[in-house]
């Protein structure tokens, strides 16, 4: 795949924003003039905003249905999921507001991500309209009870950037939920126990990331956004939490003061492995510090796989590239999250 770099000398202005050029990227510079920072319309691809990308995963697209629904509550019947979606990707819970009963007599509330509500009385097969629309649910004999909640998970989000690296996830435990993220576009959240999708993905040398994510929280101990596949304590590129603050992480160091997030907001975050001007970037705490560029096998966002760290957090985007981007790149890629998920973003 082609991926097409835009400088702003490239494209038509859509921002107004001013910025000003430092030797370490976005900021203030010394004597630095102002510039129009410019961008294309965005396409809705965080992978077409940079070079050399070697993984880019959305929660809004590409999402797999977990195929059977999370039984987060009660004792109900089980609830498989067989279609797909015929628009744009969209969670759903399922409860039973009211009346209970076996199967055929219970009465059951699909309530969407995006607010809308389906109602249904419990079968064998209910077909889902609206934005559910393409989905069954398979419902299986039992009762069901007003203390029932199911919940529909993602099994997986493709890799946006062409280079074929998806991550998965089979077991239903371990499924992040999806859910309702900004401006319409889903998310996928992580619940700090044990919720996790894999992947595999060889780095050497030099690596950056680019995300949006919303953090709920930074416990004690060390848990990960995104790690290496034995934990954060071995070799690898990641961006951690340790006692409430997180870092950018590789080769075992972490050597920024790290930066305490505010539960429930949306950040975008970017991490540079790149040596003595690595950045690392949580909304407007934008620092630069010396971290070298790791080796990375085999990763995971979420829980690392066999270890039992984690972080509760909703993963908007994320996207991983080997060619470190411009100022120019970074500025229209903040324009671009402002424009698709809304000014809520801290920048």
Known sequence: ?????????????????????????????????????????????FASLFSGVVQSIQGDLGNTLGSTLLHSAGTGPAITITGSLTGSVVGFIITVPATGGALGVWQGLVTYTDGTTQAFTSAATVALTGKGAGVTLNIAAGTASTSDVWKLTSAGLADQSGAGVDTTQATLANQPLITAGLNGHCGVTFDGSNDLLTYSLLLSGSAAFYGVARLFSVGGGITSICTDSNGASNPGNSVIGISGKLYAYANGAATQTGVTPSSGTYYRIYAEFSGASSKFWVGSNKQTYTLPGGSVVSRAFGAAPGATNALNFELLSWTTMTTMPSAGQLATADAAVTTFYGASVQL
């Open 1 to 45: 795949m082609q991926v097409q770099v835009y400088q702003p000398q490239d494209v038509k202005k859509y921002t107004k924003r001013k910025l000003r050029l430092s030797p370490f990227g976005l900021g203030i510079g010394l004597g630095a003039a102002p510039v129009n920072v410019s961008a294309p319309s965005f396409n809705g691809n």
